[in-house]
């Protein structure tokens, strides 16, 4: 009968800490799933965004953390690296004005002597201000290449810890 009474009071407790941990855990998770799907919102917006043809896609990144300024908010970076023909002015004139639905202008960083412009260390999320954290063939860079970008700063992040 005691033994029985021991592993009914195990069982209870090991389902007490379960409960506990799921308590804890919940909002962590929600709110990681949804800064997730927001951030896969702005990445297939800006993948069904207009682009150049003389254009085509190295890589796309997508990144949530706190990027801009500090405090408790979550920043959400997508972009695509690209590989153009023509001349830069071309580009940059076919950017202008251009946004992603309701996400803001994007953003445009060429790429000079193999690296991002200096300025990328102050836009660009940690790590992908490097163009070799981009994972690009030395072949595929000898072109001209850019980043097109858009940096979302300031959504309350809640519990999910990438943004703290």
């Known amino acids: 009968m005691q033994k029985r009474t021991v592993l009914t009071l195990a069982s209870a407790c090991i389902v007490l800490c379960l409960v506990a941990c799921v308590i804890v855990l919940a909002p962590v998770i929600g709110d990681t799933m949804a800064h997730d799907r927001k951030l896969r919102r702005y990445q297939a917006a800006l993948n069904e965004a207009q682009h150049p043809d003389d254009t085509s896609l190295i890589r796309a990144e997508k990144r949530v953390g706190l990027y801009a300024g500090n405090g408790n908010h979550c920043d959400y970076f ?87």
């Open 78 to 164: 997508v972009g695509e690296l690209r590989r153009y023909a023509g001349s830069r002015q071309e580009i940059e004139a076919f950017y202008a004005g251009v946004s992603i639905e309701e996400y803001g202008l994007v953003e445009l960083l060429f790429v000079e002597d193999g690296r991002f412009p200096e300025q990328a260390r102050q836009t660009l999320p940690p790590k992908l201000d490097e163009l070799a954290e981009w994972s690009a063939s030395a072949a595929e860079l000898q072109a001209d290449v850019y980043l097109v970008y858009v940096l979302v700063p300031g959504f309350d992040a809640g519990y999910d810890i990438r943004c703290h």
